[in-house]
């Protein structure tokens, strides 16, 4: 059976939010109330709800969120060159991760996306699509699969912009499943993105 692992990236400074972004508490539903849960924390229990084998890329001295992220059942990769941007974090993931048959990247600031549409991406990787990637009303959407065929460009990407110049070079093998989870293209980058509800 395919081994698909889910990557939380969640080593980014969160400068536009103030820093600690991930550690921020967001009101999640729970048992038919609200619960005060760390964003980071929130989108890692949605991935490993989906994708139990599931990973996530922190900065090395990120202690607290680490203990989070292993408490909510996440195996913690410390990534040392974290400052270089989000295609470090990404390809820290995959070397961690080099035997998966494919990879969910999952970003650490979007709480809100259904496990279950993690797992309808998951499923059109295993059910070999090369990409597969969420579209809400139109808009692209996260997180995106990659089948390993994708290991090496994945593993030396650079900059900050992650996979997406991998995906806009391959739009052609990009597998959309629309889906009506306003999640997958909400995130947050200031703390007003907690209050407006974007």
């Known amino acids: ?91 820290c993931g995959i070397a961690a991760t080099v035997d998966a048959d494919g990879w969910i990247i999952a970003l650490g600031d979007m709480p809100w996306i259904a496990p279950a549409t993690i797992r309808a991406i998951a499923a059109a990787v295993v059910s070999g699509a090369h990409i597969a990637a969420p579209s809400y009303r139109g808009q692209r959407g996260h997180p995106v699969g990659f089948s390993r065929r994708h290991r090496d460009a994945l593993s030396s990407l650079i900059g900050d912009s992650g996979a997406r110049s991998l995906i806009e070079r391959n739009l052609d093998r990009v597998t959309w499943i629309d889906v009506e989870d306003a999640g997958v293209v909400r995130d947050v980058d200031t703390p007003s993105d907690l209050l407006t509800g974007r």
């Open 1 to 91: 059976m395919a081994r698909i692992v889910g990557i939380l990236l969640a080593a980014g400074q969160g400068a536009r939010f103030g820093g600690d972004k991930l550690l921020a508490p967001i009101a999640m539903p729970s048992a038919g109330t609200a619960v005060d849960v760390p964003i980071g924390v929130a989108a890692a229990r949605n991935l490993i709800d989906a994708i139990p084998d599931s990973i996530a890329v922190v900065r090395p001295r990120d202690t607290q969120l680490a203990v989070q992220f292993t408490a909510a059942g996440l195996r913690v990769v410390p990534c040392m060159n974290a400052g270089d941007g989000m295609s470090a974090t990404l390809a």
